[in-house]
């Protein structure tokens, strides 16, 4: 599966942005859905999750309350809604497709395919 990540862009603390992250040569709901960040200096993030099996959602405590991940299967398509964001919210934001179970979900090892990223810059 290939994947594109759009949607990045300035804004300021407090602000929303929608991440999209469109699929092709495979269908989204085949593999289990994921959204990174990696900071400059930093470790790429776990952010969010979407379980291929069952719908589960999980989220990084971080962002948990103001992030939602979605998926719109007709579109073949996952997203990031960001609400509330804040200045450590900035980094390169990145999706990935994989198929690991339990706590490998919330890891980059978990993930197989990934899209490039796109950055979201939070101003205070």
């Known amino acids: 599966v290939q994947l594109q990540a759009s949607g990045g862009g300035l804004v300021q603390a407090g602000g929303s942005l929608s991440l999209s992250c469109a699929a092709s040569?495979?269908?989204?709901?085949?593999?289990?859905m994921a959204w990174f960040r990696q900071a400059p200096g930093k470790e790429r993030e776990f952010v969010a999750t979407?379980?291929?099996?069952?719908?589960?959602?999980y989220y990084a405590d971080s962002v948990k309350g103001r992030f939602t991940i979605s998926r719109d299967n007709a579109k073949n398509t996952m997203y990031l809604q960001m609400n509330s964001l804040k200045p450590e919210d900035t980094a390169v934001y990145v999706c990935?497709?994989?198929?690991?179970?339990?706590?490998?979900?919330?890891?980059?090892?978990?993930?197989?395919?990934w899209g490039q990223g796109t950055q979201v810059t939070v101003s205070s």
């Open positions: 990935a497709a994989g198929t690991a179970i339990f706590s490998a979900t919330k890891t980059p090892q978990g993930y197989k395919y």
């Open positions: 979407r379980i291929r099996s069952g719908g589960r959602l």
């Open positions: 040569g495979d269908t989204v709901n085949a593999y289990n």
